[in-house]
C-alpha cells in the first residue's frame, strides 16, 4: 500500500512538471536557477509583462499572486535594467505572444500588461532579496504596446532610414545619451505646427521631459527601463496622439520611420489631425485669474490656435464647457464685453457682489473665449457655452492635482 502511494505521488509531480514546461505552446526563456544566491535571469526574446520590481522577495509575492489567478507565473532579473520582471509568457518573437498579449490585456486585473523585447542580458548584480516594503513598478495602462502601432502613415518629407548613412545611426545607436528634436505637421498638407511635446516613460510613468517644437532634448538612455519611449504631442485644435519611439533601431517600425538624423541630433517628423465631429479637446494652456471669468495673457497664444482652427473650417461648431474645482460661492471679478480687453484683469474690475456659484463662474468664463473668439470674426452662431461647475471633476477636490479641475473643453459639434 505505501509503494503504491509513493509510485502516485511520483506520478503526480512528473504529471505537474511536463504541464509546467508545456507553458501554454510558448518557450521558456528564462534561466531557472534554484540557487537563492543566482536568480533567474532573462535571456533575449520577447516577455508579456504584468509587473517590475526593484526587490526579488517583493517579484517572488506578486508571482504567486498571478499564480493564484490560474495564469502560468513566472519572474527573472534583467541585469540591463537592475529590475525584476514578472511574465506569463515568453518566446522568442513577438509574434510568439501576440495571442496571449491579447486575451491577457482583455482581463480586468491585467489591462495594463505589457511587451518588453530582452535584446542582451550580461551578468550584473542584482538587488539582495529580504523582507523589503512593496516597491512594484508595473506597467500603466498606455504603456508602450510593442505589438501595435499608434503612428499614421509617415509623411513625404521624413527621410527614410534606408538613405541615411547606416554606420552613423548604429554608432549614434551605441552611445549611452540620445538628443532628439520634434516636429509637428498638419497631416493632410505637411504645413508645421507648434506644439508641446511630453516624453513618458511607462514602465514608471515617469515624464522624462517636455519641449516644444525644434527644441533638443537629452536623454540618458541607460536610465530608461522600457525598450521605447512615448512621444505625446500637444496642440491646439488636433487630436491627441502618442508615438512610440523605440531606443534601438528598428527599421520596420512605423514610428522608427519617421525619424532622421541631423549631426547628432535625432529628429522625429509627428503628422497630427485636424479634431472632427464628436471630438473634445482640453484647453490645457487656456488660463484665468483667480476668482475671475478674465484671461490671462499667456492664454493668447493658445485661444488664436482656436481662431485658425475655425477659420480654416466655416462650417464646423463647436461647444466650450467650463468646469472649476468644487461647487463653493463667493465674490468674483467678470470681463467686461463693452472693454474690448480680454487679457486685463485691472480693467475688468466689474464685481459680482451678491457672490456666485461654481457653475455661474464657469458659464462666464466660457463666455469670455466666445467673445473673444467674436471679436476675432467668428460669428456667434457656431459657439454654444456650458458651465458644469465642479459637477466633472477630474481629481478630487483637496488634492495635488485638483487645479487640474479648473479647465474649458472644446467639443466638436459639426464640421
Known amino acids: 500500500?505505501?509503494?503504491?502511494?509513493?509510485?502516485?505521488?511520483?506520478?503526480?509531480?512528473?504529471?505537474?512538471?511536463?504541464?509546467?514546461?508545456?507553458?501554454?505552446?510558448?518557450?521558456?526563456?528564462?534561466?531557472?536557477?534554484?540557487?537563492?544566491?543566482?536568480?533567474?535571469?532573462?535571456?533575449?526574446?520577447?516577455?508579456?509583462?504584468?509587473?517590475?520590481?526593484?526587490?526579488?522577495?517583493?517579484?517572488?509575492?506578486?508571482?504567486?499572486?498571478?499564480?493564484?489567478?490560474?495564469?502560468?507565473?513566472?519572474?527573472?532579473?534583467?541585469?540591463?535594467?537592475?529590475?525584476?520582471?514578472?511574465?506569463?509568457?515568453?518566446?522568442?518573437?513577438?509574434?510568439?505572444?501576440t495571442e496571449a498579449y491579447q486575451?491577457?490585456?482583455?482581463?480586468?486585473?491585467?489591462?495594463?500588461?505589457?511587451?518588453?523585447?530582452?535584446?542582451?542580458?550580461?551578468?550584473?548584480?542584482?538587488?539582495?532579496?529580504?523582507?523589503?516594503?512593496?516597491?512594484?513598478?508595473d506597467k500603466p495602462n498606455g504603456a508602450t504596446e510593442s505589438t501595435t502601432s499608434k503612428a499614421t502613415s509617415p509623411p513625404p518629407a521624413s527621410l527614410p532610414l534606408e538613405d541615411q548613412n547606416s554606420e552613423k545611426r548604429e554608432e549614434l545607436e551605441r552611445q549611452p545619451v540620445l538628443h532628439m528634436k520634434f516636429?509637428?505637421?498638419?497631416?493632410?498638407?505637411?504645413?508645421?505646427?507648434?506644439?508641446?511635446?511630453?516624453?513618458?516613460?511607462?514602465a514608471r510613468s515617469r515624464n522624462v521631459g517636455e519641449v516644444s517644437t525644434n527644441e533638443v532634448l537629452t536623454v540618458n538612455k541607460t536610465e530608461v527601463l522600457d525598450s521605447a519611449l512615448q512621444i505625446i504631442p500637444y496642440a491646439m485644435g488636433y487630436r491627441k496622439v502618442q508615438f512610440d519611439l523605440p531606443l534601438n533601431i528598428d527599421d520596420t517600425?512605423?514610428?522608427?520611420?519617421?525619424?532622421?538624423?541631423?549631426?547628432?541630433?535625432?529628429?522625429?517628423?509627428?503628422?497630427?489631425?485636424?479634431?472632427?465631429?464628436?471630438?473634445?479637446?482640453?484647453?490645457?494652456?487656456?488660463?484665468?485669474?483667480?476668482?475671475?471669468?478674465?484671461?490671462?495673457?499667456?492664454?493668447?497664444?493658445?485661444?488664436?490656435?482656436?481662431?485658425?482652427?475655425?477659420?480654416?473650417?466655416?462650417?464646423?461648431?463647436?461647444?466650450?464647457?467650463g468646469h472649476t474645482n468644487g461647487s463653493g460661492r463667493g465674490f468674483i471679478y467678470t470681463y467686461n464685453p463693452e472693454s474690448k480687453n480680454f487679457f486685463d484683469l485691472i480693467q475688468n474690475k466689474e464685481h459680482k457682489k451678491n457672490g456666485v456659484g461654481s457653475i455661474k463662474l464657469s458659464a462666464l468664463r466660457t463666455k469670455t473665449i466666445k467673445s473673444y473668439l467674436e471679436h476675432e470674426g467668428i460669428s456667434g452662431d457656431r459657439i454654444e457655452t456650458q458651465g458644469w461647475g465642479g459637477k466633472k471633476m477630474i481629481y478630487p477636490e483637496d488634492t495635488p492635482l485638483s487645479k487640474h479641475n479648473i479647465r474649458v473643453e472644446v467639443e466638436i459639434l459639426s464640421e
Not at 490585456?105 to 529580504?130: I, K, L
Open 1 to 97: 500500500m505505501t509503494n503504491i502511494c509513493l509510485l502516485y505521488r511520483l506520478a503526480t509531480v512528473l504529471l505537474v512538471s511536463l504541464i509546467s514546461s508545456i507553458s501554454f505552446g510558448f518557450t521558456n526563456l528564462a534561466d531557472y536557477s534554484t540557487s537563492e544566491t543566482v536568480p533567474r535571469r532573462i535571456l533575449p526574446g520577447t516577455y508579456l509583462v504584468v509587473g517590475v520590481f526593484e526587490y526579488e522577495n517583493n517579484a517572488k509575492k506578486y508571482t504567486g499572486h498571478v499564480a493564484e489567478q490560474g495564469l502560468s507565473a513566472h519572474y527573472a532579473f534583467y541585469a540591463e535594467s537592475g529590475y525584476f520582471y514578472v511574465y506569463t509568457y515568453s518566446a522568442l518573437s513577438i509574434e510568439g505572444v
Open 253 to 321: 517600425d512605423l514610428n522608427w520611420q519617421l525619424t532622421q538624423y541631423e549631426g547628432d541630433t535625432l529628429v522625429m517628423n509627428m503628422p497630427l489631425q485636424r479634431l472632427e465631429k464628436g471630438d473634445i479637446q482640453i484647453m490645457y494652456n487656456t488660463y484665468f485669474y483667480g476668482n475671475s471669468s478674465v484671461m490671462r495673457e499667456r492664454s493668447r497664444y493658445e485661444i488664436d490656435e482656436l481662431v485658425k482652427m475655425l477659420e480654416e473650417k466655416p462650417n464646423m461648431r463647436i461647444k466650450l464647457h
Open 103 to 137: 486575451e491577457l490585456r482583455a482581463t480586468q486585473e491585467f489591462s495594463d500588461a505589457w511587451v518588453f523585447v530582452a535584446e542582451g542580458n550580461e551578468p550584473a548584480t542584482p538587488t539582495p532579496t529580504g523582507n523589503e516594503l512593496p516597491n512594484r513598478l
Open 183 to 202: 516636429q509637428t505637421t498638419q497631416e493632410d498638407n505637411q504645413q508645421p505646427i507648434a506644439a508641446t511635446i511630453k516624453v513618458v516613460e511607462g
